[in-house]
């Protein structure tokens, strides 16, 4: 005789059935985490701009501060400057054709005497944080920016040393022929350099803060990144790649995104609230070509039914300089959820698979039965 | 050219070692060998993307797990208004005594929280504090779905047993 206990342990433990182990696990996992990570850059992307020489501006304060209000703020203000926001309309979204850069034979290398800096722009998604370095051609023949440049960085006391860089490709992998950056006089090449949250094991955990850093090209010529970059969850660099005509010519992601939305939401019903967009420049911004925009409800890092997302209702095509244009928003909130009740709304703009980060913004949320 | 997150090389070791295992533990909990596998990708990938905040405090895996069960409770529940016919029963395993194939059955038939208290319970080996805790409930709720879960497993199989339900360990 023996007990329900035992039979449960001995069913449980029959190898009789065993799902068969995957022979490429660990390929499999990771091609699971790029399209998650993907999904996570489209939905999550914040901006914001800067204007210094090749400035790299890393604080989060910069990058999160003025953007992504940390609480929810109540009950929606529909006005701005005695004007309502846009309605909501369910508009599916645009699908740019498929970026294929013209195919270039490498040039010679770049060297730093042909290059300025052309500005960059930062912005964050699930933790990561991104800023794309971007150089101009300022000579008189086409060049080529290969590879992975080094990171070079101050230590006190000890001087100039090699930062560790782990390989990141999804913005120099979103376009064909975008490696190496083969670059006209007059265009740019881009860079991605990552830095990362969600390493920290108690509150009191010491940042690793990287000075005087710059990047040193081939030749031996150094690109200055002013300001700091937090290295203690790493840092990761992409190649010097080409930037799709689309990215270098979206005009609107200056533009600064503040979400209004009700401090809780029911489950199963359709939640409603208003973003902002807001140009911090004199000058007015269009808001073409018309972007899609994707809204997402996560929990613990985790998308909620996955993200949803529409193309903007373009009826207003320009935010004037120091001004701000609203747009009514919606989303079905899934029924069931489990979890965590305290979940991050992420709004952020799109196009395509564009390298640029994108305006964005995050608020947090109660959802309730 | 790789695409690097927060997951090192390491990362990549722990999965090749482990997802057998946990292959096997997210089958126990669903019923079902395919969807144990979509619940082993997913907590595989969202561990993947934050493995080094849960790395260095202590074993990854207990983390897995917990995705595993919280994420197949959460499926169990959002499917259960969609289902509109019988389960796809999982083909029977060969030369397995009749007995432990009704218990099986049993054990697929039970609500899914108090299937996963008994694999917790029984194939884990966890105390009913621990398993409250990846559960994300109370002890009492441990007890009360361990309770109902064995009361209707004793009901469905044939009378066999003697020995009484062990308490907490």
């Given at each position: 005789?023996?007990?329900?206990?035992?039979?449960l342990r001995?069913i449980?433990?029959?190898p009789?059935r065993?799902v068969p182990?995957?022979?490429d696990?660990a390929e499999?996992?990771r091609?699971?985490?790029?399209?998650?990570?993907?999904?996570r850059?489209?939905?999550?992307?914040?901006?914001?701009?800067f204007?210094?020489l090749?400035a790299?501006?890393?604080t989060v304060g910069?990058?999160?501060?003025p953007t992504?209000?940390?609480?929810?703020v109540?009950?929606p203000?529909?006005?701005?400057?005695g004007?309502g926001p846009v309605?909501?309309r369910d508009i599916?979204?645009?699908v740019?054709?498929?970026?294929?850069l013209?195919?270039?034979?490498?040039?010679?290398?770049?060297?730093?005497g042909?290059l300025?800096g052309?500005?960059g722009s930062?912005?964050a998604?699930?933790g990561?944080?991104f800023?794309i370095?971007?150089?101009r051609n300022?000579?008189?023949h086409?060049?080529t920016l290969?590879?992975r440049p080094?990171l070079?960085?101050t230590e006190p006391?000890?001087?100039t040393?090699?930062?560790?860089t782990?390989?990141v490709d999804y913005?120099?992998?979103?376009?064909?022929?975008a490696?190496?950056?083969?670059?006209?006089?007059?265009?740019?090449?881009?860079?991605?350099?990552e830095?990362y949250?969600g390493?920290?094991?108690?509150?009191?955990q010491?940042?690793?803060?990287l000075?005087?850093?710059?990047?040193r090209?081939?030749?031996?010529?150094?690109v200055p990144l002013?300001?700091?970059?937090?290295?203690?969850?790493g840092?990761?660099?992409s190649?010097w790649?080409?930037?799709t005509?689309?990215?270098?010519?979206?005009?609107?992601?200056p533009?600064?995104?503040?979400?209004?939305?009700?401090?809780?939401a029911?489950?199963?019903q359709p939640?409603?609230?208003?973003?902002?967009?807001?140009?911090?420049?004199d000058t007015?911004?269009?808001?073409?070509?018309?972007p899609?925009?994707?809204?997402?409800l996560?929990?613990q890092?985790a998308t909620?039914?996955g993200?949803v997302?529409?193309?903007?209702?373009?009826?207003v095509?320009?935010v004037?300089g120091r001004?701000?244009?609203?747009?009514?928003?919606?989303?079905s909130?899934?029924?069931?959820f489990m979890?965590?009740?305290?979940?991050?709304?992420q709004?952020a703009?799109?196009f395509?698979?564009?390298?640029e980060?994108m305006?964005?913004a995050?608020?947090?949320l109660?959802l309730?039965p | 050219?790789g695409?690097v997150?927060d997951?090192?090389?390491?990362?990549?070791?722990?999965?090749?070692?482990?997802?057998a295992?946990l292959?096997r533990f997210?089958?126990?909990?669903?019923?079902?060998?395919h969807?144990a596998e979509?619940?082993?990708q997913?907590?595989l990938?969202r561990?993947g993307?934050r493995w080094?905040?849960?790395?260095?405090?202590e074993?990854p895996e207990?983390y897995?797990?917990r995705i595993?069960?919280?994420?197949?409770?959460?499926?169990?529940r959002?499917r259960?208004r969609?289902?509109?016919v019988a389960?796809?029963?999982?083909?029977?395993?060969p030369?397995?005594?009749?007995r432990?194939?009704q218990l099986w059955?049993a054990?697929?038939?039970?609500?899914p929280?108090?299937r996963?208290v008994?694999?917790l319970?029984?194939?884990?080996?966890?105390?009913?504090?621990?398993?409250?805790r990846?559960l994300?409930c109370s002890?009492?709720t441990?007890k009360?779905?361990?309770?109902?879960?064995?009361a209707?497993l004793?009901?469905?199989l044939?009378?066999?047993?003697t020995?009484?339900?062990?308490?907490?360990?």
């Amino acid at each position: 005789m023996t007990s329900i206990e035992d039979d449960l342990r001995r069913i449980f433990t029959d190898p009789r059935r065993d799902v068969p182990a995957w022979p490429d696990a660990a390929e499999r996992i990771r091609s699971g985490m790029r399209r998650r990570h993907r999904r996570r850059i489209t939905i999550g992307a914040a901006s914001a701009t800067f204007a210094t020489l090749i400035a790299v501006a890393v604080t989060v304060g910069v990058v999160r501060g003025p953007t992504v209000p940390n609480t929810p703020v109540g009950t929606p203000s529909l006005s701005l400057s005695g004007v309502g926001p846009v309605p909501w309309r369910d508009i599916l979204p645009y699908v740019p054709p498929a970026t294929q850069l013209d195919q270039r034979q490498s040039a010679s290398p770049c060297r730093g005497g042909e290059l300025s800096g052309g500005g960059g722009s930062t912005g964050a998604a699930a933790g990561t944080q991104f800023h794309i370095i971007k150089v101009r051609n300022t000579g008189s023949h086409r060049c080529t920016l290969a590879g992975r440049p080094e990171l070079l960085y101050t230590e006190p006391g000890t001087g100039t040393r090699i930062a560790q860089t782990s390989p990141v490709d999804y913005f120099a992998a979103a376009a064909a022929n975008a490696t190496p950056a083969t670059i006209d006089p007059g265009e740019s090449a881009w860079l991605d350099l990552e830095t990362y949250g969600g390493c920290f094991t108690n509150p009191g955990q010491a940042h690793v803060i990287l000075t005087g850093n710059v990047l040193r090209l081939a030749d031996g010529s150094v690109v200055p990144l002013a300001s700091t970059l937090d290295a203690t969850c790493g840092i990761g660099m992409s190649e010097w790649f080409r930037p799709t005509p689309e990215a270098a010519m979206l005009p609107w992601t200056p533009l600064v995104v503040t979400i209004t939305a009700p401090a809780t939401a029911r489950m199963g019903q359709p939640l409603e609230y208003v973003v902002t967009l807001s140009n911090p420049a004199d000058t007015p911004i269009a808001i073409t070509p018309c972007p899609n925009y994707t809204q997402t409800l996560a929990s613990q890092g985790a998308t909620i039914g996955g993200g949803v997302t529409r193309q903007l209702n373009c009826v207003v095509d320009t935010v004037p300089g120091r001004g701000a244009v609203q747009f009514e928003m919606r989303l079905s909130v899934p029924s069931g959820f489990m979890d965590d009740h305290r979940v991050s709304l992420q709004w952020a703009l799109s196009f395509g698979d564009s390298a640029e980060p994108m305006p964005s913004a995050t608020v947090f949320l109660t959802l309730e039965p | 050219v790789g695409v690097v997150w927060d997951a090192p090389g390491e990362f990549d070791d722990f999965v090749r070692s482990r997802h057998a295992a946990l292959l096997r533990f997210a089958h126990l909990i669903c019923g079902d060998s395919h969807q144990a596998e979509d619940l082993v990708q997913e907590a595989l990938e969202r561990a993947g993307l934050r493995w080094r905040s849960i790395r260095r405090p202590e074993d990854p895996e207990p983390y897995v797990r917990r995705i595993i069960v919280n994420a197949h409770l959460s499926f169990a529940r959002r499917r259960r208004r969609e289902r509109l016919v019988a389960e796809t029963p999982e083909p029977t395993a060969p030369d397995v005594p009749e007995r432990d194939e009704q218990l099986w059955r049993a054990v697929a038939g039970l609500p899914p929280r108090q299937r996963a208290v008994l694999v917790l319970r029984y194939y884990e080996d966890l105390t009913e504090a621990e398993a409250a805790r990846v559960l994300g409930c109370s002890i009492g709720t441990v007890k009360s779905n361990g309770f109902r879960a064995v009361a209707k497993l004793r009901a469905a199989l044939p009378a066999q047993e003697t020995t009484p339900t062990g308490g907490e360990r």
